[in-house]
């Protein structure tokens, strides 16, 4: 999402730019059913411009450049779900950092 600022409320992911805050993507909300009450709290950008959202109880969700589409990563992927997230990290090789309550992944 450029050089903009995202912020991530309960699905829906605004872009502050310019002075401005709009919608950057809705397609958790939607995906989720609006009236959600799912919280996701933090954001990191990847080096391939793919935005990673985390939260409570849900995993990772890696969406496209876009906004448009995402990747649901889980237990099952080696992310624990029954945990908070509550920072992420992008290393200078790349690497995702998560950090969870008393987990780093």
Known sequence: ADDALLLATDG?????Q????????????E???RGT????RTLASLSDGRIVVAGLLDG??????DGARFERF???DGIPVRRMASAM???????LWLAQERTIV
Do not use: N
């Open 12 to 16: 829906r992911i605004f872009r502050y």
């Open 89 to 95: 990290y992008v290393d200078t090789h790349g690497d």
């Open 60 to 65: 990772l969700f890696v969406l496209d450049r």
């Open 31 to 33: 995906h989720f059913g």
């Open 74 to 76: 889980a237990e099952r």
């Open 18 to 29: 310019d002075g401005q805050v709009v919608p950057w993507s809705s397609v958790l909300y």
């Open 37 to 40: 009450t799912r919280l996701f």
